[in-house]
């Protein structure tokens, strides 16, 4: 009796064992921890440009920049400098060139003529100065002011002249050129045909060179060249009376040797 419950003992023991053994390797392995994936940092938004700060800082420009401020116009460079994928290209006269404006005047013009005059100076897109090379060949490029305002370009070996009609001007100088804003100082008021017509008076011709006379014929030289026979003939005359002089000597001479000899 005391084998036999040895021995169920022992078997229940085993099958168990048996039992937690088949439970463990049957058992799902673990999940494995899943690393995730980074997500990409979103592209950096472009710096705001202010055209009021570039402006007042670059250069000579406070005329340009009150008629920007005073025609809202400010409103619409910034606008497309900083809202649009074209950029802008502004051409920006120095305060010299609206001082030395007399006809015509922009005092006469009405607040829209001013405007589209202050709206002519941009382009709805950003150039760069290698850029104007092939814009040279595209005939007129319109501007901001719309279908009728519109510019000419020439490329001259790397120096962009611009031609409005009435203004016939060159870029000088690069204030500022980054995308997607470009802003370029000219030494002129822009002027539209579309505002003050094709009436455009002639370009005054230059002054001719003053007109230098040859030394030859100056009137030292004829002086000159007048006055020398003068002064040789004191020296013919001269000579003139040393040889009738020796006549007369010979002569005495002579006469005198023949009364000698007679007496």
């Not at 404006?101 to 760069?128: E, G, M, T, V």
Request: negative net charge.
């Amino acid at each position: 009796m005391q084998f036999s419950r040895n021995f169920m003992i022992i078997c229940s023991a085993l099958l168990l064992c048996s039992s937690l053994t088949y439970g463990q390797t049957a058992s799902p392995p673990a999940p494995v921890a899943m690393t995730p994936t980074p997500t990409p940092a979103p592209a950096p938004a472009p710096e705001y440009v202010n055209l009021t700060y570039l402006l007042s800082v670059a250069g000579p420009f406070h005329t340009f920049l009150n008629y920007l401020e005073s025609t809202k116009v400010i409103d619409t460079f910034q606008s497309q400098a900083n809202n649009t994928e074209q950029g802008i290209t502004i051409f920006v006269p120095k305060d010299d060139s609206f001082k030395g404006l007399k006809k015509p005047s922009l005092s006469n013009l009405s607040d829209d003529q001013l405007k589209s005059l202050i709206l002519f100076h941009a382009l709805p897109k950003y150039y760069a100065l290698a850029d104007f090379n092939d814009l040279s060949t595209k005939g007129p490029i319109t501007t901001l002011a719309g279908g009728q305002y519109t510019l000419n370009f020439t490329d001259d070996s790397g120096t962009v002249h611009l031609d409005s009609g009435w203004s016939k001007t060159k870029v000088s100088s690069a204030v500022h050129s980054t995308d997607p804003v470009a802003i370029y100082q000219v030494n002129k008021v822009l002027l539209p045909e579309a505002i003050f017509g094709t009436d455009i008076p002639p370009t005054p011709a230059p002054s001719p060179a003053p007109d230098i006379s040859p030394a030859a014929d100056s009137p030292s030289a004829d002086s000159k060249e007048g006055g020398s026979p003068s002064k040789a003939l004191p020296s013919d005359s001269a000579s003139h009376r040393v040889m009738k002089l020796s006549i007369w000597s010979h002569l005495v001479l002579a006469v005198l040797g023949g009364l000698v000899l007679l007496f």
